[in-house]
């Protein structure tokens, strides 16, 4: 996002958008948002699904465990509050991945390479947000 922003901003996009009274932050940024912040939470769901089918065949089938006893400590370890938490972080990684580089993308100037700058940036402060963000959850949502 910080790239592709990035690089409409150098090559005055950006500027043409606002000539045209066109919001570019209602324009660009808000669908990016918007589309991260919803999808991040199905992609957990989804991968972790893949993840539990993963482990199951690998249990059954290379690893020689009873179906049954593999079903039966997934129900001992299974827990909801697992999954809404899960959820809930990806949903706040998403709304944090995606505003970030998004402002930074916005802020870019400097040509080609301040492009290249700026997403390295972007990637820097967005994982660092991430484990933050995974911290600061984590004591709200499960050391509770």
């Not at 991945?97 to 802020?107: A, D, E, P, T, V």
Request: net charge negative; charged share 10%.
């Amino acid at each position: 996002m910080a790239a592709e922003l990035g690089t409409m901003k150098v090559t005055e996009q950006i500027d043409a958008l606002e000539s045209m009274a066109i919001s570019p932050h209602r324009y660009l940024a808000m669908p990016r948002i918007t589309a991260t912040t919803i999808m991040l939470p199905i992609l957990v769901i989804y991968s972790s699904t893949i993840a539990i089918f993963g482990s199951y065949s690998v249990a059954t089938f290379f690893l020689g465990v009873p179906s049954d006893t593999f079903l039966s400590g997934f129900k001992q370890a299974f827990e909801a509050k697992d999954v809404f938490a899960a959820s809930v972080k990806a949903l706040f990684f998403g709304l944090s991945i995606s505003s970030i580089g998004c402002f930074i993308g916005f802020q870019t100037s400097g040509g080609a390479e301040g492009v290249g700058l700026s997403t390295i940036k972007a990637f820097v402060i967005a994982a660092a947000s991430i484990l933050i963000l995974d911290y600061v959850l984590w004591n709200f949502l499960i050391g509770m």
